[in-house]
């Protein structure tokens, strides 16, 4: 039995040698050309989609950034010249201050302005600093005084000439001070 399979196999691989090769080879390789063909532009079809992905990943990705370094550039110019308004209402402000610690606003409509600036100030976060026995800081503080004192061990405000103004992290003026040193002794 083993004869009769080997002998019809080999049979069928002669058959199949001798059958000519041209009519039943050309019209098996027309289809394939075509597969070929559509294979190559489907390939070259989705290069092309996802070059045109990636070109739109980057597109996106651009204007993201874009509209957060316009946001950020809009912010900072909005604090400088909310800053530079503020600026120049300090003058007025000290003037308030000092008016209001010598008693000259008790009893006087000027106590109701003091007060109508100083919340305008704090709508937009404006905080004055520089107050007298604080640590002498130079990123904060103007020295225009130094005095040796024998009570003290580090730099010290000893006097405040005009007080500082932070607007957020921002020092829109430092405060002037009068700083007491460690006398050597």
Same mark, same amino acid.
């Given at each position: 039995?083993?004869?009769d399979?080997?002998?019809?196999?080999?049979a069928?691989?002669?058959?199949?040698?001798?059958?000519?090769?041209?009519?039943?080879?050309?019209a098996?390789?027309a289809?394939?050309?075509?597969?070929?063909?559509?294979?190559?532009?489907?390939?070259?079809?989705?290069?092309?989609? @996802? !070059?045109?992905? /990636? %070109? +739109?990943?980057?597109?996106?990705?651009e204007? &993201?950034?874009y *509209?957060? =370094?316009?946001?950020? $550039?809009?912010?900072?110019?909005?604090?400088?010249?909310?800053?530079e308004?503020?600026?120049?209402?300090?003058?007025?402000?000290?003037?308030l201050?000092? @008016? !209001?610690?010598? /008693? %000259? +606003?008790?009893?006087?409509?000027?106590?109701a &302005?003091?007060? *109508?600036? =100083?919340?305008?100030? $704090?709508?937009?976060?404006?905080?004055?600093?520089?107050?007298?026995?604080?640590?002498?800081?130079?990123?904060?503080?103007?020295?225009?005084?130094?005095?040796?004192?024998?009570?003290?061990?580090?730099?010290?405000?000893?006097?405040?000439?005009?007080?500082?103004?932070?607007?957020?992290?921002?020092?829109?003026?430092?405060a002037?001070?009068?700083?007491?040193?460690?006398?050597?002794?």
């Open positions: 039995m083993a004869e399979f080997d002998a019809q196999n080999s069928a691989e002669t058959a199949a040698e001798a059958a000519p090769e041209s009519q039943d080879s050309g098996a390789q289809p394939l050309d075509e597969l070929d063909q559509e294979l190559a532009d489907l390939n070259a079809a989705i290069s092309k989609e @996802a !070059e045109l992905l /990636g %070109d +739109l990943q980057r597109l996106q990705a204007f &993201v950034n *509209k957060n =370094r316009v946001e950020r $550039d809009r912010d900072l110019a909005r604090n400088a010249a909310i800053a308004v503020l600026r120049a209402f300090l003058p007025a402000l000290d003037d201050t000092r @008016a !209001e610690a010598h /008693g %000259d +606003l008790e009893g006087s409509p000027f106590a &302005v003091a007060t *109508k600036i =100083r919340a305008a100030g $704090d709508k937009f976060g404006l905080k004055a600093f520089g107050e007298k026995g604080e640590k002498f800081n130079p990123e904060l503080h103007d020295a225009l005084v130094q005095l040796p004192n024998p009570e003290v061990t580090e730099n010290t405000v000893g006097d405040v000439i005009e007080q500082g103004f932070t607007l957020g992290d921002r020092v829109i003026r430092p002037k001070v009068a700083v007491f040193i460690p006398a050597e002794g």
